[in-house]
């Protein structure tokens, strides 16, 4: 399992955005802001079952107010068009499957050469995870593209030392592949140098191309909930605003945090 390349800071030390908005706007306004949202537990509760999350009118309000300002994008676990269709916004950058999957308003797209070569991979650990976990009440295997979900929100805790044996098993067998432990979820992707924070970067280089100006002109703010995206909290570290949306403590890389999508929803 990945962990943050660097040691966290213990979310007990890390202040509140809304008690720091002065500071974070001096910070977005030394550049041209541009926005980084991850979508479920930042943008939509998180729900027990993945299909029924969705997107606030007013929410939907105040992001389609900052994207028509400045660029914007919502990086996701889930896939593409899944997170595109649950946004349901023009001129928004989305990427899908932790940002091997990326498409621009402006025309530009990814689709990660590395991870096409890994699909073979995350084909034979779906189908060793569907026999391996077929009959255990609560647990759910979720195949995207790019990536490979076993969510088990729903799991008895005495079934979830299963689950556990059976992700380590899969993933030693497949050595292509990396897994991430992340909100009642385990995260199958290819073992490929790339992740939110990688994805945060492309789409700044594309964001500047449509605008005309330098990479370095512009500001970015993430806002994520999950372990996924301290890859991009660790990438924008020093740069921008990064804020973890945490409903518990737990250690992050993030400057500030928030608790939770309302909080998220007053920030922007």
Do not use: N
Request: contains cysteine; charged residues 25%.
């Amino acid at each position: 399992m990945t962990t943050p390349s660097t040691p966290p800071h213990d979310d007990d030390r890390r202040p509140s955005a809304l008690d720091h908005l002065d500071a974070i706007v001096a910070r977005l306004g030394a550049g041209r802001p541009a926005i980084f949202l991850d979508f479920d537990g930042t943008l939509a509760p998180i729900v027990e079952h993945p299909e029924d999350a969705r997107l606030a009118p007013a929410m939907r309000a105040v992001v389609a107010a900052l994207a028509a300002r400045h660029p914007l994008a919502v990086v996701s676990g889930r896939e593409l068009a899944d997170v595109r269709a649950r946004v349901g916004l023009a001129g928004v950058h989305c990427a899908g499957s932790h940002g091997f999957q990326i498409e621009g308003p402006g025309g530009a797209t990814l689709q990660h050469p590395q991870a096409q070569a890994r699909l073979c991979a995350l084909d034979a650990a779906e189908q060793a995870l569907t026999r391996a976990l077929a009959g255990l009440t609560g647990a759910r295997i979720e195949r995207k593209t790019f990536s490979l979900a076993v969510h088990y929100r729903q799991l008895a805790d005495a079934d979830l030392p299963r689950v556990q044996e059976v992700v380590r098993a899969v993933v030693a067998a497949e050595p292509g592949l990396r897994v991430q432990a992340g909100k009642k979820v385990y995260d199958f992707q290819p073992a490929v140098d790339w992740h939110k924070g990688r994805a945060v970067e492309w789409l700044l280089a594309a964001m500047a191309d449509e605008l005309g100006i330098g990479a370095d002109d512009l500001a970015p703010l993430y806002v994520g909930d999950d372990v996924t995206d301290e890859d991009a909290f660790a990438t924008l570290a020093g740069r921008g605003v990064t804020v973890a949306v945490l409903d518990m403590p737990r250690a992050t890389q993030a400057g500030y945090r928030l608790r939770s999508v309302d909080e998220v929803q007053r920030l922007l």
